[in-house]
């Protein structure tokens, strides 16, 4: 059982930045594939950021990319995302994500379905 808790969520002023932190459970977080996911009001829950078991591979939806930066620090069973630049547009609940079956896979996966494990998520609010 994997058990993820998120923190670092906030409000903040547009052009702010802001560390979302997720703490893992688990001896095993070194093979797992995490993702950051938000949904905001009325719409779907949407990728934002990946990072594979290994650290060596990063994936970014458009809209946060050259912003967004998603690291991890196994020695914590920790993964962040740092994000800089904010818009209203990023305001939303975030969710982090993971997939134990992270050794097992190529590339960072994108979709929800595949991340079995979730936070209770975070807000992130934005104001213009």
């Known amino acids: 059982q994997v058990q993820l808790v998120e923190s670092g969520g906030g409000l903040v002023q547009a052009g702010g930045s802001l560390r979302l932190s997720c703490a893992a459970s688990g001896r095993t977080f070194s093979s797992y594939n995490m993702g950051w996911f938000r949904q905001a009001p009325g719409k779907e829950r949407e990728f934002v950021a990946g990072?594979?078991?290994?650290?060596?591979?990063?994936y970014y939806t458009d809209s946060v990319q050259g912003r967004f930066t998603i690291s991890r620090d196994t020695a914590k069973n920790t993964v962040y995302l740092q994000m800089n630049s904010l818009k209203p547009e990023d305001t939303a609940v975030y969710y982090c994500a993971a997939d134990a079956m992270g050794r097992s896979r190529v590339g960072v996966p994108t979709s929800p379905k595949v991340y079995g494990y979730w936070g209770q998520g975070t807000q992130v609010t934005v104001s213009s």
């Open positions: 990072i594979n078991w290994s650290g060596r591979s990063t």
